[in-house]
């Protein structure tokens, strides 16, 4: 698609739930700016919308820019992609966690400045994921940290729970209570013999270097390189896990004994019982991940 796409034949679609609700201060701006630049702005109103909108305004040939979180991003790449026409995607953070459009994409903090980008900013070719059939910008998970995004989308209803508040709860949360029901995996990198069946702590897949508000699972991770990183943590007990929450959170992991990295550009997963997965924060289960990087795939204002 050409990089000089009117401004006229341009989506906005702000989710005015992210960050629970706190997204709604971004609506005069995107309505003024959209309204400047000649762009269609819709709101939307229930799940699935954003990814439905996303869908029809590629087939139309329409560039899109979604302002939300990781979850409004996740829902509006699987309508581009499901599309599978390459329209422009900008993007402006509004939600508790933004990791990919934060910490992966570096994109500005400032609303301002973060509406200019999405308009105008330089178009690049940014890697994307696809397993069993849905899609991720930014990472997807087995093991305890997709455990605590199933408990951070229960304690969403709680007051003041939000952002690195409510990942640093939901997590305590599951290493006290839910430690115990960490997974048994078996997994291939590539066309790689099967590592052997073990328990793990979790396996991450990224396409940046932090989720879970932050949390820099994957330090070298580069969405342009067309590979995905791997982080698999061993089983460990419960007081030396608790120790180095810490330790991953930083990033500072890498060395330690129970960890290891791997690139691939696909990824095979089987668990004996049936587990939570978590895409961009978003949640489903499975008993079998068939996961592969999709070079290129995005083609994204930064």
Avoid at 54 to 83: C, P, T
Avoid at 143 to 153: P, R, W
Avoid at 164 to 192: I, M, N, V, W
Avoid at 246 to 254: K, L
């Amino acid at each position: 698609m050409d990089s000089s796409l009117a401004a006229s034949s341009l989506l906005v679609v702000l989710n005015p739930a992210a960050n629970r609700g706190k997204a709604l201060r971004y609506r005069e701006l995107a309505r003024k700016k959209a309204a400047e630049e000649g762009a269609e702005y819709i709101e939307t109103s229930r799940a699935g919308e954003a990814e439905e909108r996303a869908r029809q305004a590629a087939n139309e040939g329409r560039a899109v820019i979604v302002v939300g979180g990781d979850g409004s991003i996740h829902e509006v790449v699987n309508g581009l992609l499901a599309a599978e026409k390459r329209v422009p995607l900008g993007i402006v953070a509004a939600g508790s966690g933004n990791d990919f459009a934060w910490n992966t994409l570096q994109l500005p903090h400032d609303p301002v400045e973060a509406f200019e980008r999405a308009f105008h900013g330089t178009l690049v070719n940014i890697d994307a994921g696809r397993v069993n059939g849905r899609y991720f910008a930014n990472a997807f998970s087995i093991g305890l940290d997709a455990d605590i995004a199933v408990t951070a989308h229960r304690l969403k209803r709680w007051p003041f729970m939000s952002g690195q508040r409510l990942y640093y709860s939901a997590t305590l949360k599951q290493l006290l209570f839910g430690y115990h029901r960490c997974p048994q995996l078996a997994f291939r990198l590539d066309e790689c013999e099967w590592m052997e069946l073990r328990r793990y702590v979790l396996l991450a897949v990224s396409n940046g270097p932090t989720y879970g508000g932050g949390f820099r699972i994957n330090p070298p991770a580069d969405p342009t390189d067309g590979w995905l990183r791997v982080c698999a943590i061993d089983y460990m007990p419960l007081l030396r896990a608790l120790r180095l929450l810490p330790v991953v959170q930083r990033g500072e992991h890498t060395g330690l004994p129970e960890v290891r990295f791997f690139q691939a550009q696909r990824i095979e997963i089987k668990s004996q019982s049936l587990v939570n997965i978590q895409l961009d924060g978003e949640t489903m289960c499975a008993h079998v991940c068939q996961a592969e990087v999709l070079p290129g795939a995005l083609y994204v204002r930064v």
